[in-house]
């Protein structure tokens, strides 16, 4: 075998390991992708399945506030379930907005790279109005809500019967968390 023969074998050999590094560099991206696209649709799946039952709880309380099941006799003891109804409206939109935000990226119009990056930015975006949010609705469900029923047991007991026998069930409530 000559010098210009082992040339021409060892160049042939060089091709095919180029080839091979390229097949195998495009076989572990397209596992990646793959990978995060199954993380991501999960991730979506949460999200539909979050707004679903945000929207079944957002059409209990307008059930509650339209029907009165729980015998209100005046507008005050409302006030629970406007908040429970407004909040979820402010967290179904923001988790809507979001949600979009998540359908505009894709992993076959981006490296898996800048889509993480995307999906990080709409994670991480100040949420501070949200915080809030959940604050007034926590408040209003484990304060004001036990409240509301004040009013009629004051009519049972008297007021300060009353107001001792709410704050035990809330402090039972809170003791149990």
């Known amino acids: ?13 060089d091709r095919k390991l180029q080839s091979t590094r390229a097949i195998n560099e495009k076989i572990i991206l397209s596992m990646i992708t793959e990978r995060t696209d199954n993380r991501f649709s999960r991730v979506r799946r949460k999200y539909q399945l979050g707004l679903i039952w945000m ?11 339209l ?6 006799r005046f507008a005050f003891q409302y006030t629970p379930m406007v908040i429970f109804a407004v909040g979820l409206v402010a967290l ?6 979001s949600y979009m ?3 505009k990226i894709s992993l076959t119009h981006y490296n898996v790279g800048e889509a993480l990056k995307r999906i ?3 994670y991480e975006k ?7 949010v959940i604050y007034v609705f926590l408040f209003s469900q484990v304060v004001l809500f036990p409240l509301s029923f004040l009013p009629r047991n004051a009519e049972q007991m ?9 704050l035990a069930v809330e402090g039972d409530a809170l003791a149990r968390l």
């Open 1 to 13: 075998m000559n010098i210009e023969d082992l040339k021409t074998a060892w160049k042939a050999y």
């Open 120 to 122: 990080i930015a709409v």
């Open 55 to 65: 929207f079944i709880c957002f059409s209990f309380s307008i059930l509650v506030i």
């Open 126 to 132: 100040p949420r501070k109005f949200l915080k809030y």
């Open 67 to 72: 029907t009165n099941p729980f015998d209100y």
């Open 101 to 103: 935000k998540f359908e």
């Open 92 to 97: 179904i939109t923001d988790m809507a907005r």
């Open 158 to 166: 008297g007021w300060s019967l009353a107001l001792a026998e709410r």
